[in-house]
């Protein structure tokens, strides 16, 4: 951690004492650019413009020899928006010849029959389009026109047999809305819904989006549809948690998908457009940056004994509130790091537990 953060780490004890361990980094979320066609209302990096001296492709194909190395096995690949960077397919083609696995989240805004064509040539293992709701509440937080280009981009997708799945951003608004939203979707191949919080960072933290809802409504859609879905359907690790049905909730049909805990510097990290490495990306704020690729290793960075110790070093007595009383904090270790810290700047206490 660095020591300009605001708020004091524990020591990684877990580390400390067991120098032989070693934590297996499976995937990361690599923002390769802020560019984006769009500037949502609730988008938490608070994309559309590329940042100054976004990383170049010498140094992303540096980065992916370097996961390459710690053998992490998958990369999702988010913005901004993706194919706003004119060598993502550089990037991709060098992941794939590594071995490692990728997914693209995507607003599907910039579909063209090329990309379709590129996509299939790089055997991109799926694609995620961003769809909150009927087309004039989707339109109101993002763009006029974007739903139909959002429905066309998952049309396009299912033609060319390239996996196509749906991540929804859930406000106070559109969560009242999800059975509209089902109704179309059932219309289309898709392979799975994700349902996921909005939380108040980014464009989010201006006031101009409701984020605030009640994670049951979620938990209570997901509980009264999953059965009968044609395609996989579940919530985010940003929603929950531990509540009668916590094993089927998270799009896995087995019953033993259950949530436990924040994974940021245990099996996952997140990388941003310059370079500043993290354990998950949506924790946005310089406080979680752990180091820099242009500055060290990712190995390095990984391997260090003090970093990520807000998870690396966790411990049931740092719950607070209602989570330091609740029988099942020490598997759900309070929830979602980022949503806790911005919806009230606490890492250990999450206010929108379903279980209440």
Not at 71 to 92: A, K, P, Q, Y
Not at 254 to 276: E, K, M, W, Y
Request: net charge neutral; glycine share 8%.
């Amino acid at each position: 951690m660095n020591p300009s953060k605001q708020y004091t780490p524990v020591r990684n004890t877990l580390a400390a004492g067991r120098p032989d361990m070693k934590y297996q980094l499976k995937s990361i979320v690599w923002e390769i650019t802020l560019s984006c066609c769009f500037s949502c209302k609730y988008c938490g990096s608070s994309g559309g413009k590329a940042r100054e001296n976004e990383l170049t492709t010498e140094e992303c194909l540096a980065v992916v020899s370097q996961l390459s190395d710690l053998s992490c096995r998958r990369v999702n690949l988010i913005g901004g928006e993706v194919f706003m960077r004119r060598d993502w397919e550089i990037i991709v083609r060098a992941l794939r010849r590594a071995g490692i696995r990728v997914t693209i989240i995507t607003n599907g805004f910039l579909f063209r029959k090329d990309l379709i064509d590129s996509l299939k040539e790089l055997d991109i293992e799926s694609v995620a389009v961003s769809l909150d709701g009927p087309r004039e509440v989707h339109d109101k937080y993002r763009q006029e026109g974007s739903y139909d280009r959002a429905v066309a981009a998952v049309s396009v997708l299912s033609a060319a047999k390239i996996p196509v799945s749906v991540i929804s951003t859930l406000n106070a608004e559109n969560v009242k809305l999800l059975p509209v939203l089902y109704e179309t979707l059932k219309t289309y191949p898709i392979f799975a819904w994700q349902l996921q919080a909005c939380s108040p960072m980014g464009n989010a933290a201006n006031g101009g989006t409701p984020w605030r809802f009640s994670f049951r409504e979620a938990v209570d859609f997901v509980e009264t549809h999953r059965r009968t879905a044609p395609f996989a359907l579940g919530i985010a690790d940003n929603i929950g948690y531990y509540t009668e049905t916590e094993g089927s909730l998270r799009g896995i049909q087995s019953g033993h998908a259950f949530f436990t805990g924040c994974r940021a510097g245990l099996t996952t990290l997140g990388i941003d457009s310059v370079g500043n490495v993290r354990g998950c990306e949506s924790m946005y704020d310089e406080r979680f940056n752990e180091g820099n690729v242009r500055e060290r290793t990712l190995r390095e960075i990984w391997e260090d004994p003090d970093a990520f110790s807000y998870n690396r070093s966790f411990t049931a007595g740092l719950l607070t509130g209602k989570c330091a009383s609740c029988p099942e904090g020490w598997r759900c270790a309070g929830g979602c790091r980022s949503y806790n810290w911005f919806t009230h700047g606490k890492l250990y206490e999450n206010i929108g537990c379903a279980r209440e």
